[in-house]
C-alpha cells in the first residue's frame, strides 16, 4: 500500500480536493478525475486521512494548526532552511565550490498592454508590507532576518515608446544581461528586482528577478496572484495574515528528532552505501574549470489535448504524470550516461498542512529529494515507471529527513567535498495551486516572453509545469560543460519520446526498454555523434506506422 503521503500527492496532481467536515470525508474533482479505483482507496483509507487531515469543529473547514504564531518576534533572527544554506553557500567563490559563484535564482520577462505601473507599483509595496520575506535579508553569519520597515519600492522605468526596434532590442538585452544572473548581496534589501521598459503600441515589458533564497516557485504564483487582485481593484481586501515565514521554520525545526525523524535518519542512512553517483554524462571539460557558469534555456510544450490523453494514460497505468515525466527523462538520461544506475535530484515543493495559512506564506518551502534510478531491469515503460514512483513514494515517506541533509552525508563519506555531487535536478510544479486552473493566466500581467533559472552546484535543471491546459517543460543548464550539440540532442530527444508517449490510445504499455548502447570510453568518443544517433532513432521509431516508438537497441543503427 502507498504512504498516505503519496495518495495525497496523487490526488493533487489531479486537482482533486479533500478535506473533513462533521467528521466525513469530502472530495471536490473535475469531471472524471476521481476514478472508480481511487474512490475505492479513499474508502479503505478514510480513517486514515480523517486522522490526517484533522476534524474542524463543525461549520469550519480550516486545518488544525500544529503552529502558534509569534508576531511579537517576527524580527528577531531564525535559522536557514537546510536548502536555503545550500543556497546560501553555493553562492560563493567558485573557486571554493564546483558551479558556485551563482544565486538560486528566476529571472522571466513579461509583455502586456496599457499596464499602469504606478498601480502596479503600489500593489507590490502592498506586498511587501503584508508578507516578511518581501523584505528579508541573510546576515554574514548565516541567519534570516526580516526588516521591520522598509523604504517604497520604486519601479525603475525606462521610456522607449519613441525608439526604434535596434534601440529597443539594445535596451532589451542589456537589461537580461544585466538581471538574467543576478547574484544580489545577500545581506541588503531587496533580494528582487522589478524593471519596466515602455514600448511602442501601449506595450510593457516588465523585467522580474527573484532570488530564490526566499522565494519558491508556489511563492512566485501566489504574488503573481495577489498582485493582480490589488492592481485590478485598487483596494487592500487581501484577508490578513498571521503566519510567517519564520513560524514555519521554527515549527519544523525540531521534526528529526521525533519519531518520525528518527525513522527517517535510519533509512536514508541504512541506504547511503547503495546509493549512486549521479549521472556520469559526458562533459566538455571538468566542473571545477567552468568558473562561474552561465546558463541557457530550452523550452517545450505539449497541447491541451495530447497532454490530456497522456496524463488519462498515466492515470489507467497506475503512474502521476509527475512519475511518467521523470521516468522518461531518466531513460533520456540513461542514454549518454556511462552508468544504468544513477541518482537525480528532485526538488519538492513541500508546504506541511501545520495551519491553515501555509500556503498564503510566501518563503522558500523546497526541500530535495534523492532518488535512485536503475535502467536495467528487463521491463517496458510502464513497468519501470512504476518502480521509479515505488521508490519515490517511499522516499517521500521518510522526508523528515531531506535530500540536502543526506548530501551532506554522502560527500562526508565519499569525499566530495566542494563537488557538484549531485548537479542533475527534476522539478515538477504539476498540481501546484493556480497553475492547472485553464481559466487563469500563469501570469496575468502579460505573456512570459524570456526565462532562465540557475542554482548554484547544478549541471541540468528541468522544470515541468501545466498552463492552461497544456505541458510546458524547460531545461537551464550550464551551458558550456558540455559538448557542442550534446544538450539540443538530449532535449530533442525527451520531446520526442513525451510526443510518442501521447501519440495515441494505449502508447505507453507498448513502449519497450531502451537499451543502453556501451559505454563510451574515456575520454569519450563523439558524445555529439553518439547523442544525434540516438535522437534519430527516436525519431525514426516515432513514424513507424503505429505512431509508437519502441526503444529498442540504438545500436540497431
Not at 369 to 381: H, M, N, R, V
Not at 392 to 406: C, F, T
Request: charge should be negative; proline fraction near 7%.
Amino acid at each position: 500500500m502507498r504512504p498516505v503521503d503519496a495518495l495525497l500527492a496523487d490526488l493533487g496532481s489531479r486537482d482533486i480536493r479533500l478535506w473533513v467536515e462533521d467528521g466525513r470525508l469530502r472530495f471536490n474533482a473535475p469531471e472524471g478525475a476521481m476514478t472508480a479505483d481511487l474512490r475505492q482507496e479513499l474508502t479503505r483509507r478514510k480513517g486514515e486521512l480523517v486522522d490526517l487531515l484533522g476534524t474542524p469543529p463543525a461549520g469550519e473547514k480550516a486545518p488544525a494548526t500544529a503552529i502558534a504564531p509569534d508576531p511579537a518576534h517576527a524580527g528577531d533572527p531564525f535559522p536557514l532552511t537546510n536548502l536555503q544554506r545550500a543556497y546560501w553557500i553555493g553562492r560563493s567563490d567558485p573557486d571554493s565550490f564546483e558551479l558556485g559563484g551563482v544565486s538560486a535564482h528566476v529571472y522571466f520577462e513579461l509583455e502586456g498592454e496599457k499596464l499602469d505601473l504606478a498601480r502596479l507599483e503600489w500593489a507590490w509595496n502592498t506586498l511587501v508590507k503584508r508578507h516578511g520575506m518581501l523584505r528579508a535579508v541573510v546576515d554574514a553569519d548565516g541567519m534570516q532576518r526580516v526588516l521591520a520597515e522598509v523604504p517604497p519600492y520604486r519601479i525603475d522605468t525606462a521610456d522607449l515608446t519613441a525608439a526604434g526596434a535596434e534601440a529597443i532590442a539594445a535596451h532589451v538585452d542589456s537589461a537580461r544581461a544585466d538581471l538574467s544572473h543576478y547574484v544580489a548581496p545577500a545581506d541588503a534589501w531587496p533580494l528582487f528586482v522589478i524593471r519596466a521598459t515602455r514600448l511602442p503600441r501601449d506595450r510593457v515589458r516588465l523585467h522580474v528577478s527573484f532570488d530564490g533564497l526566499v522565494f519558491d516557485a508556489s511563492s512566485i504564483l501566489l504574488l503573481a496572484r495577489e498582485a493582480w487582485t490589488l492592481y485590478s481593484s485598487g483596494r487592500d481586501d487581501l484577508p490578513p495574515l498571521s503566519l510567517g515565514f519564520r513560524d514555519y521554520v521554527l515549527a519544523v525545526a525540531g521534526a528529526e528528532e521525533s519519531e518520525e525523524g528518527r525513522r527517517a535518519r535510519a533509512y536514508w542512512e541504512d541506504r547511503l552505501d547503495g546509493l549512486p553517483a549521479a549521472p556520469d554524462l559526458p562533459l566538455a571539460k571538468p566542473l571545477s574549470t567552468i568558473g562561474i557558469p552561465r546558463f541557457s534555456r530550452r523550452a517545450f510544450r505539449l497541447d491541451r489535448d495530447r497532454w490530456g490523453a497522456l496524463k488519462a494514460q498515466a492515470r489507467e497505468a497506475g503512474l502521476t504524470p509527475s512519475a511518467l515525466l521523470v521516468s522518461g527523462f531518466a531513460d533520456i538520461v540513461a542514454l549518454w550516461a556511462r552508468e544504468p544506475k544513477f541518482t537525480i535530484n528532485l526538488s519538492l515543493f513541500n508546504r506541511l498542512p501545520l495551519h491553515p495559512e501555509v500556503d498564503s506564506v510566501v518563503g522558500d518551502f523546497t526541500t530535495l529529494s534523492l532518488l535512485e534510478i536503475d535502467t536495467t531491469a528487463e521491463d517496458g515503460f510502464v513497468e519501470r515507471a512504476r518502480a521509479v514512483q515505488s521508490r519515490l513514494w517511499q522516499d517521500m515517506d521518510h522526508r523528515a529527513v531531506d535530500g540536502v541533509e543526506v548530501l551532506g552525508w554522502l560527500a562526508r563519506r565519499r569525499g566530495w567535498i566542494g563537488r557538484a555531487a549531485m548537479p542533475v535536478v527534476f522539478t515538477s510544479a504539476l498540481g501546484l495551486d493556480g497553475v492547472e486552473d485553464g481559466e487563469r493566466d500563469l501570469n496575468p500581467f502579460g505573456k512570459v516572453v524570456h526565462g532562465i533559472s540557475q542554482t548554484p552546484q547544478v549541471l541540468l535543471d528541468v522544470l515541468a509545469i501545466e498552463h492552461q491546459g497544456a505541458l510546458h517543460y524547460a531545461w537551464d543548464a550550464a551551458e558550456d560543460a558540455f559538448p557542442e550539440g550534446m544538450l539540443d540532442s538530449m532535449f530533442d530527444a525527451y520531446g520526442e519520446l513525451v510526443e510518442a508517449l501521447a501519440s495515441e490510445k494505449g502508447a505507453l504499455g507498448r513502449f519497450a526498454r531502451p537499451v543502453l548502447p556501451p559505454p563510451a570510453p574515456e575520454p569519450p568518443v563523439s558524445p555529439v555523434s553518439d547523442g544525434l544517433l540516438q535522437t534519430e532513432f527516436l525519431r525514426r521509431a516515432a513514424e513507424k506506422p503505429n505512431g509508437v516508438a519502441l526503444l529498442t537497441a540504438a545500436r540497431e543503427f
